[in-house]
């Protein structure tokens, strides 16, 4: 090894869903909308003129915002914005992650957690789901130099309710805590409305699922004005100009549009349950999902046999190799047919095995 390579960062990163090349595959590894984003979302692309792109965008992405705040009822400056929620966490690692004590995640969530850790050398201990993998407030009220915390889980899909999350809020008032609330618009609860109660929490959002702009990166987080402060801070010591100009437009649009989020999270909530009580009937255990995919594992069938035989089906769900989970299957809600079809080769899988 030369000299040189020594000084090299060693890391393993973070593995996202199967991107295929192919067109004809039916996608369900990656947690995406099966639907279109808002209309107002396209007319706000078709009425984009193209020559404000010769100049930088705003650098606040104040635009948006305001739309946020409006939404959520909150100032401006309780609003943070950035290139989609993963940026928008890892910036919150940086900004509010500093304790010599170590941060609590569960041990099944969110696999970038302990990817930022190592980058940001941030010490963390991971707190083991229970049983049934869910989350035991408890188990989190101990030393920690703070917490964050997926609404409802991934890959598992399962939410905590208000009495949960202010257990955790009140046991644990010397340590900032992030929640993730990614898939919280497909049936979980949203901490939004105890923001004003505890200042050393932080919601983040994320425009990709609910809101299907998972190709626009956009990610929000909301909290007391000095956390958003230092998130600005770190935010500009790094990169100033975080939301390009399109960005910033097309989020607009989309957050103002609530009947269209409603209308389309409603269609993947009834699909969900057809496609859970249809998986049932097949010998899954389907874990109770409040998110836009399910978490099932086969009463009899190994779970990588499954995922084998879509794959070479040209259909795509998630599989992890993982401890715990490396019986269970993740699968995205995509539209009726998609599910019918998926259903059909799950039967025929399960059928001959």
């Known amino acids: 090894m030369s000299n040189w390579e020594k000084n090299l960062r ?3 990163p973070y593995v996202p869903g199967e991107q295929p090349k192919n067109s004809n595959i039916i996608k369900l590894n990656a947690n995406e909308n099966p639907y279109p984003p808002s209309p107002e979302v396209i007319n706000a692309l078709k009425n984009f003129d193209a020559e404000h792109l010769r100049m930088y965008p705003n650098s606040s992405s ?3 915002k305001s739309a946020i705040a409006k939404h959520f009822k909150l100032k401006e400056s309780e609003i943070f914005v950035g290139n989609g929620s993963d940026e928008v966490i890892a910036l919150a690692f940086m900004a509010c992650f500093h304790s010599s004590k170590p941060i609590l995640f569960p041990d099944i969530t969110y696999s970038f957690y302990p990817v930022w850790c190592s980058l940001f050398d941030i010490d963390y201990q991971t707190i083991p789901l229970d049983k049934d993998f869910c989350v035991n407030i408890a188990d989190y009220n101990r030393e920690n130099g703070g917490i964050i915390l997926p609404n409802p889980n991934a890959p598992t899909g399962m939410g ?5 999350m202010e257990a955790l809020f009140e046991q644990n008032k010397n340590s900032i805590i992030i929640i993730d ?14 923001l004003h109660k505890y200042d050393n929490v932080i919601v983040i959002q994320t425009f990709s699922k609910s809101r299907s702009l998972a190709g626009m990166r956009i990610g929000m987080a909301m909290g007391n004005e000095k956390i958003i402060q230092t998130l600005e801070a770190v935010k500009n010591s790094y990169n100033s100009y ?20 409603k209308q389309t999270c409603q269609k993947i909530i009834a699909t969900r349950q ?34 084998e035989k879509l794959k070479s089906d ?12 490396n019986n269970h299957l993740r699968i995205t809600i995509g539209t009726d047919e998609q599910m019918d079809i998926l259903l059909q080769h799950i039967s025929n899988i399960v059928s001959m095995s």
């Open 274 to 307: 057809r496609t859970t009580k249809a998986l049932k009937n097949m010998g899954f255990h389907v874990f109770p999902s409040q998110s836009n995919f399910l978490f099932v594992t086969h009463n009899t069938v190994p779970a990588i046999e499954i995922f």
């Open 181 to 194: 609330e990614a898939y919280v618009d497909f049936g979980a609860y949203s901490c939004i409305e105890l």
């Open 10 to 12: 060693k890391i393993t």
């Open 160 to 164: 905590l309710y208000k009495n949960d």
């Open 242 to 261: 975080t939301m390009d100009s399109i960005a910033i437009e097309v989020g607009t649009a989309s957050i103002a549009d609530e009947n269209y989020l």
């Open 314 to 325: 040209n259909i795509l769900i998630r599989y992890f190799n993982l401890p715990r989970i």
């Open 62 to 64: 104040l635009k948006l």
